[in-house]
């Protein structure tokens, strides 16, 4: 247990490190305010990447890869709306005087998870502006799509990980 709770400890640290204003889930009163943090943190980079896509459909200007551009534009915003408004809001997790430690620690998870792959998305969207040919293109743009359905899929599990917690 006491392992369970240093590596608890130390992963919350590293995320106290590198996300602005986070704070941690242990004491209820920082909860909404350290899950609102990592929110602005993960919108404030999917805004820039589909910025980043607004400039590259411009670029491009032609209408052989709007199909693909779409639909990574179309998940991206998805996501961000769904930042903007969570759907788990008001829920018991926010505001129960203690958190399961097991809980506590895949959540902690989810938000490791989630700054690594907005930092890899990151990453991969600065390259966009030196694809060359068609097949990269369309090649390329794929993989944003997968690697933007992975921070889709990691936001959910941990939706779901706060709405069932105090249920």
Request: charged share 30%; proline share 4%.
């Amino acid at each position: 247990m006491k392992s369970n709770e240093h590596s608890t400890n130390s992963v919350e640290e590293e995320l106290r490190k590198t996300i602005k204003g986070y704070q941690g889930y242990t004491p209820p009163e920082k909860r909404n305010k350290t899950d609102k943090n990592l929110r602005n943190f993960i919108l404030t980079q999917l805004k820039s990447i589909d910025n980043q896509l607004l400039k590259f459909e411009k670029q491009i200007g032609d209408q052989n890869h709007n199909g693909i551009l779409n639909r990574v534009s179309s998940s991206l915003k998805t996501i961000i709306d769904s930042l903007q408004n969570p759907c788990y809001a008001n829920q018991p997790f926010f505001s129960d005087s203690k958190i399961n430690p097991g809980v506590l620690a895949q959540l902690y998870e989810y938000d490791t998870q989630l700054k690594e792959q907005i930092e890899i998305l990151e990453d991969e969207a600065k390259l966009v502006p030196e694809i060359g040919n068609d097949n990269e293109i369309k090649e390329f743009l794929n993989h944003l799509f997968d690697l933007i359905d992975g921070v889709n899929q990691t936001l959910t599990e941990r939706e779901f990980l706060i709405m069932s917690e105090g249920v």
